[in-house]
């Protein structure tokens, strides 16, 4: 079964309001990481956060981990109507270089 | 990051034939992976490519079934083989840059009738 757990599995905001999505996994990690999929297409890399750091920051994006929860939160601030795709989470741990994925939040910005 | 490219961006295909994906980096890299994506779903991980030998597969994939090439380290090919309408998906191969960072190409949406 796959390793992350996203919630939730689908959000509507308007447009200018902040979307934050969570994320759950089930073992210890090394690192977890935020992608971005408009409409079945490739995946766009947002940000990767390490086991060891707490908080992220990019531009609009602020991702959390809390490691002894098994958890990360996504949050997209002042989200506009071109965020609109859905956003995965993916893991990586012990010696593997492959990554597992969670299910998916499908984010729509209404404008 | 790195560009990739992947051929073809899509196609439709009959049951029982066979559909080669090419991906194409334009820099070398060590790690390559191939993931499919069902009609709604996330993203699995296929296999891992590697360079000048056999792939490894994920479970519940094989090389019969999903056989991989990665004859250097800007190129590999996944062969979708003696397709069914389930294999329908969109196909992506990824790359890793900095430590553990990976990246996607645009992926193959394959459609078996």
């Known amino acids: 079964s796959q390793q992350g757990e996203e919630d939730p599995q689908a959000l509507s905001i308007q447009e200018g309001e902040n979307a934050t999505m969570n994320c759950s996994y089930k073992?210890?990690?090394?690192?977890l990481q935020w992608y971005r999929q408009n409409s079945g297409r490739g995946l766009v890399h947002l940000i990767l956060?390490?086991?060891?750091?707490r908080e992220k920051h990019s531009g609009r994006l602020r991702v959390t981990l809390d490691t002894s929860k098994k958890s990360s939160s996504l949050l997209i601030t002042a989200s506009r109507a071109a965020d609109t795709a859905s956003y995965f989470c993916a893991t990586d741990w012990g010696s593997a270089r492959q990554l597992t994925f969670g299910s998916g939040t499908q984010l729509t910005v209404l404008p | 990051s790195a560009v990739i490219s992947q051929k073809p961006s899509r196609d439709i295909c009959q049951r029982g034939t066979s559909l080669t994906i090419q991906c194409q980096v334009d820099?070398?890299?060590?790690?390559m992976f191939w993931y499919r994506q069902q009609p709604g779903q996330s993203l699995t991980l296929i296999a891992t490519?590697?360079?000048?030998?056999?792939?490894?597969?994920e479970s519940g994939f094989v090389i019969d079934k999903f056989p991989i090439s990665r004859p250097n380290l800007t190129f590999s090919t996944l062969t979708v083989s003696n397709m069914s309408p389930e294999d329908s998906s969109i196909y992506l191969c990824s790359v890793e840059e900095r430590a553990y960072e990976q990246y996607f190409g645009p992926g193959t949406r394959l459609t078996v009738t």
């Open positions: 820099s070398q890299v060590t790690m």
């Open positions: 956060i390490r086991s060891n750091e």
């Open positions: 073992t210890s990690i090394n690192n």
């Open positions: 490519a590697n360079q000048g030998s056999e792939a490894t597969y």
